[in-house]
């Protein structure tokens, strides 16, 4: 991978549609200098990697801080616990409500995180609620040797080489993105799984969202399962939807992680997706995660033209 160096920062693309490596050092002692340098990198980039890190629940959380406020956690649901096997779900420190708990480690009888050991698929996190989070910090604690690779998508590249009638027909669409189905593909409780796509639970929002920091379009999907196009036939957004996500998952869009004890990865939740592939559920993964609120996603004016920096990361003024 290429590299250059900015002060003491070394950023490292990848050789893909997104993300890239920062060498940095320990991200407990960054000034806030390179913080900023960081948050350039980022929003550049969408994905970037930290290696070989060592940090307490509390350091995470200070980490996440500095990018903007913290969202408190929810616990994520075990399959497992969803299904009745006889667990409990575990997941929260009263310490730390700011840490979620990804995990399919079960001790004494309780799961001590969520999302189990299975393949979660393509998704954005938190799509659903009226303002979701801007970013997503994820810190591996213990990993498997084979499986749990986490794949990002690149949304910006989706929708600059969209094609110009496919564009033209979405522009201006909201999309509902459903509350009631998990990444994993399970029910959550407490909705009426009854009721139609028209009708189920989750927020409305743009299609074709606008990134408040780089002025960028993108598609904004976040997930697949009982989406809808609001105001369509439900058979005219179904055929929509399938389109656009046929284009959107190419491969050429993606990158694709392989978890390493002491890997943190942040992205940029408003213009990236991402998916985890199924690993043995022998195995143990324990991973914890912070996210940074965000805002109501908004457009603020179609690119009905692809964008002229289509073709390449974009280009962050004074980075």
Same mark, same amino acid.
């Not at 050789?15 to 550049?44: N, Y």
């Not at 616990?81 to 006889?86: D, L, N, P, R």
């Given at each position: ?6 002060? !003491? ?12 490596? #920062? ?24 994905? @970037? ?5 060592? +940090? ?20 994520? =649901?075990? =399959? ?20 979620? @708990?990804?995990? &399919?480690?079960?001790?004494? $009888? #309780?799961?001590? /995180?969520? +999302? ?6 393509? *998704? ?12 997503? #910090? ?12 986490? /794949? ?11 094609? $110009? ?6 522009? $201006? ?16 409780? /407490?909705?009426? *799984? ?39 036939? @439900?058979? *005219? ?16 869009? !993606?990158?694709? *992680? ?38 109501? =996603?908004? &457009? ?14 974009? +280009? #962050?003024?004074?980075?």
């Amino acid at each position: 991978m290429p590299s250059h160096s900015r002060a !003491t920062i070394e950023v490292h693309p990848c050789d893909a549609a997104l993300g890239a490596e #920062i060498r940095c050092g320990d991200l407990r002692t960054l000034s806030d200098a390179q913080i900023a340098q960081i948050r350039r990198a980022w929003l550049e980039h969408l994905v @970037v990697l930290f290696r070989g890190q060592s +940090l307490t629940d509390a350091e995470l959380i200070a980490f996440g801080r500095r990018f903007g406020d913290m969202q408190l956690s929810n616990p994520l =649901p075990d =399959p497992r616990v969803s299904a009745g096997g006889g667990l409990e779900q575990g997941g929260r420190d009263e310490r730390f409500p700011e840490v979620t @708990v990804v995990s &399919n480690i079960v001790e004494n $009888g #309780i799961a001590i /995180g969520g +999302l189990g050991d299975g393949e979660l698929v393509w *998704h954005t996190d938190m799509s659903s609620y009226v303002a979701p989070p801007n970013q997503t #910090i994820l810190y591996a604690l213990e990993v498997t040797t084979d499986g749990g690779e986490t /794949g990002f998508l690149n949304m910006y590249a989706a929708w600059d080489t969209l094609p $110009g009638t496919l564009r033209a027909e979405v522009a $201006g669409l909201s999309l509902k993105h459903d509350a009631t189905i998990d990444a994993a593909g399970y029910p959550r409780r /407490g909705h009426d *799984h009854s009721l139609d796509v028209t009708r189920s639970a989750g927020a409305a929002h743009p299609l074709v969202r606008t990134h408040p920091e780089t002025g960028r379009n993108c598609l904004y999907l976040g997930r697949r399962s009982k989406s809808y196009l609001v105001g369509l036939e @439900v058979p *005219h957004s179904e055929a929509l939807l399938d389109r656009l996500w046929a284009h959107a998952t190419q491969e050429r869009f !993606t990158w694709h *992680h392989r978890w390493h004890a002491g890997d943190v990865l942040m992205w940029d939740n408003r213009v990236v997706m991402h998916r985890r592939n199924a690993f043995d559920a022998t195995a143990r993964r324990l991973l914890h995660r912070v996210v940074v609120q965000g805002t109501k =996603p908004c &457009n603020n004016g179609y690119d009905i033209a692809p964008h002229p920096r289509a073709a390449g990361h974009i +280009l #962050i003024e004074g980075a």
